[in-house]
């Protein structure tokens, strides 16, 4: 089981990673990894003060949009040459895939800031590469300690808060599959992650009227869904708890479609399919998903219908070790496409 040790979210906090890293034992050196925008926004801030501590602080400036493994061997490179004793990664999903797994890779502890949500990986132990075998996260390490500025996560665009609400509308179905999972194969379950995961989607949904353009106290009600998600994770020692049918739709899109949309904004679209399947109350996770202004339709993630039903179709041979809803009766086109348009995603 890994667990973060430290979780801090709040309003202009960057600079208690001074105290944090005092706290856990860092007072040596530290490496951060930022992009040129988050060092601005993030970077800068947590250099000088850590730099006030008295650490010798290195950064390395990664510029790539999506993660690669060019990205990790060159960060592991520099960690190996620098020798710090812990990484840093600043910025959004990439940076904080890249820190985490060149930093897991390495045995160095890492600390995740996000300066967007709009996903789960920020707290959680895996790490989604491309360039590897396969489209989903693989094992890292799990952050030593989250420090989530709401001041900052709030500037970025509304649309990142909206897909972060995505994915963690996603722990409706992702539970669900777990569970399905254990009655037909015996799969290992656990309650009590099942349990934290779909509270942190229960959470949004109750809350789902502060989470609004611009409504910081929304952001915050997020950034708490998603470090639980990420929790869930490490406790299980598996992305079960917070990835099913759902999530290998999305994957499935990401290969098919030519321009995929963001993450957690397929997975929302996803969940409603999902949970149509699954015979859940599938209309009230559209509603939450509308009323936080997040995707539910194919139009609004930008893909053609024909790759929403291709993903469908393609979905459940993804991952073939993770049963899901997808394995209970199979998709063909037909059976896909009049799912997509019960649902409302095609019309
Ligand atoms: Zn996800």
Redesign the pocket.
């Known amino acids: 089981m890994q667990l973060p040790r430290e979780i801090i979210v709040g309003s202009r906090i960057l600079d208690l990673v001074g105290d944090l890293c005092r706290r856990l034992g860092f007072s040596g050196s530290a490496l951060v990894i930022t992009g040129p925008q988050t060092l601005r926004i993030a970077g800068r801030i947590i250099m000088d003060v850590l730099e006030d501590y008295g650490l010798e602080v290195d950064h390395t400036i990664v510029t790539s949009k999506v993660p690669t493994l060019t990205d990790v061997d060159a960060v592991e490179r520099v960690i190996r040459e620098v020798k710090p004793q812990v990484v840093l990664g600043v910025g959004g999903g990439t940076k904080i895939d890249i820190a985490k797994l060149s930093s897991a890779r390495q045995k160095v502890p890492f600390i995740s800031v996000p300066t967007t949500a709009s996903?789960?990986?920020m707290a959680s132990p895996f790490a989604s590469i491309k360039g590897l075998d396969r489209p989903y996260s693989i094992m890292a390490q799990s952050p030593i300690a989250i420090i989530a500025d709401t001041d900052i996560i709030i500037r970025a665009p509304y649309r990142f808060v909206a897909s972060g609400c995505g994915?963690v509308a996603?722990k409706f179905t992702s539970t669900r599959d777990w569970m399905l999972a254990h009655k037909r194969l015996n799969e290992y379950y656990a309650q009590y992650t099942a349990s934290l995961a779909l509270m942190s989607a229960r959470h949004i949904s109750e809350n789902a009227d502060l989470i609004e353009p611009g409504n910081e106290e929304g952001v915050r009600v997020l950034l708490e869904a998603l470090v639980s998600c990420g929790v869930a994770m490490g406790i299980a020692g598996t992305s079960r708890p917070?990835?099913g049918s759902e999530?290998l739709f999305s994957h499935a899109l990401d290969l098919v479609a030519p321009k995929p949309a963001m993450?957690?904004e397929q997975?929302g679209v996803g969940t409603v399919m999902m949970a149509y399947l699954h015979r859940m109350r599938w209309k009230s996770i559209r509603d939450l998903l509308k009323k936080v202004e997040a995707p539910t339709t194919a139009d609004e993630l930008g893909i053609e219908p024909e790759h929403i039903v291709e993903a469908l179709t393609l979905a459940s041979k993804v991952r073939p070790e993770r049963y899901t809803i997808l394995n209970e009766k199979p998709l063909t086109p037909k059976i896909a496409e009049r799912i997509a348009k019960k649902t409302g995603v095609i019309s």
């Open positions: 996903h789960d990986g994915d996603a917070c990835s999530h993450h957690g997975c």
